[in-house]
């Protein structure tokens, strides 16, 4: 592995341990406490893909006519990553995007998906990200999440939206889920089916192959550059204390929060 990566890597541990210590993940107690989680989770898995698909649109060729943009290595990287995280496959081998199969898994549990489907309504009629938001009744904490996401992706510093990609998502991903995963099938038998798929093809792709391939877009957009990599690092400590800002907002409304 590039010795840039593992010195990044190395630098983040302390924020990234913070997170996979967190004790929002012990306090869902309850089948209320998961539907109030996902409620609010729901849109860090929509604003994922805004994130990729900004690499998408940064790193290969979007529009027409169609001309060779970027390295071709950076291209096949993401459009890879792009092919399994927007058309994946759900339990039947059918195609799905990771967000709709979330959006499945919270219909299959009962959570309420009221806010997701009004701030998506908002946008297809042509509203603002930021308007969007201030219409719909979720914590402050997924509302700042979102806008941070959005911050970078209008930044226009590919490789930082790489390192938000990479090391506050990707890399952290199967770490965070198996805290998650625990023992819900035994707990809820039948109503998370759908979540426990997501969980585990999340964990197994990102680790497997998504995080390996993110790591490699990082080194080859960084490059040399020693400010390139301190940006690098500077957004992926920002990503992480934001997540751990948004798992603050949800612990504090979890209906148990006061047991």
């Not at 603002?128 to 402050?140: G, K, R, T």
């Not at 957009?221 to 907002?249: F, H, N, T, V």
């Amino acid at each position: 592995m590039n010795h840039r990566i593992e010195a990044l890597q190395e630098a983040l541990l302390q924020h990234r341990q913070r997170l996979l210590e967190h004790n929002v993940y012990q306090s869902l107690e309850t089948l209320e406490d998961l539907k109030t989680f996902m409620q609010h989770h729901v849109f860090a898995v929509w604003d994922f893909m805004s994130l990729l698909k900004g690499l998408q649109r940064d790193l290969t060729c979007v529009t027409l006519p169609w001309v060779p943009k970027g390295s071709p290595v950076t291209r096949r990287l993401i459009n890879e990553i792009v092919l399994e995280e927007e058309t994946d496959v759900d339990q039947e081998g059918n195609p799905v995007s990771h967000f709709e199969l979330y959006l499945r898994a919270m219909e299959e549990c009962g959570a309420d998906k009221t806010q997701i489907n009004s701030m998506l309504k908002s946008i297809a009629e042509g509203m603002s990200v930021s308007s969007a938001l201030d219409h719909i009744l979720v914590d402050a904490s997924v509302k700042h999440f979102v806008r941070n996401t959005f911050s970078i992706i209008k930044s226009g510093k590919t490789h930082a939206l790489a390192a938000a990609f990479t090391f506050g998502r990707e890399d952290l991903i199967p770490d965070m889920f198996r805290n998650l995963i625990a023992d819900l099938n035994e707990r809820f038998p039948g109503k998370l089916d759908t979540f426990i798929y997501y969980l585990d093809r999340h964990v197994q792709l990102d680790e497997e192959v998504h995080t390996p391939l993110a790591l490699q877009m990082v080194s080859e957009l960084c490059g040399d550059d020693d400010e390139k990599w301190q940006e690098a690092l500077d957004i992926s400590i920002a990503c992480i204390e934001q997540r751990i800002a948004l798992w603050d907002g949800i612990r504090s409304i979890l209906p148990t929060e006061a047991s």
